[in-house]
């Protein structure tokens, strides 16, 4: 990481919001993005004892992906008309990769997830994170294909390969870079890791 760009982008912020995400304008987005009333609705929905119930762990999929304000207006519908078309046999895949992506072998669940929804051509960046960002918003990253790549560019990472089809170690790495680039900022820029990343999108100068 280019460690003294990120010192400039922290600075610039601040002076241009002194209190970070405390300032009244990124309350105010705060406010928008409901990201409080959505991490709770994602931890009582995916706690570990909910998922005996598969159809009703599917459903609350579909409910947080369609009330999400960082998933695009054309991906909401196509998720939700395919995971409502499946049995509950064919929803296993997609349930228990959650399962393990937040509650066991994440790698194992993340990977279950990306094939659960590759044939209907939805294992997006996006689909995969979400619900594990919400869940754990401070351990789990959202990835947006556009912010990450512009946040390597940016802050000159020394990247795996980005593809678009999501991986394992991709995620894991980009992971690994948000928490080492977070150590180095101001708590008031970093309330969870989906503000901090907001920080570094905000801080991309193209």
Known sequence: MNLEKLKQAEALFLQRYPQGFL????????KKHKMDKMIEMAQTSFAKSRF??????????VQIVSRSSMISVFEKPRFKDYVTSLDT????????????????????????MVNALKYAKL??????TLIPNYFAPNDEVFLKPTTVKGVIKQFELEPLQYKPTPTWEFYDWYRQQIAAMKAEIIDTLKPNNAAFCGFLMMSNDG
């Open 123 to 128: 294992a997006k960046w996006s689909l995969i």
């Open 89 to 112: 046999n064919e929803l296993l895949p997609l349930t228990e990769g959650l399962k393990d992506f937040i509650h066991g072998n994440q790698r194992q669940g993340f990977e279950s």
């Open 52 to 61: 005996k119930d598969v159809k009703g762990v599917a459903s609350a999929m």
């Open 23 to 30: 300032h009244p304008d990124m309350l105010a987005l705060g």
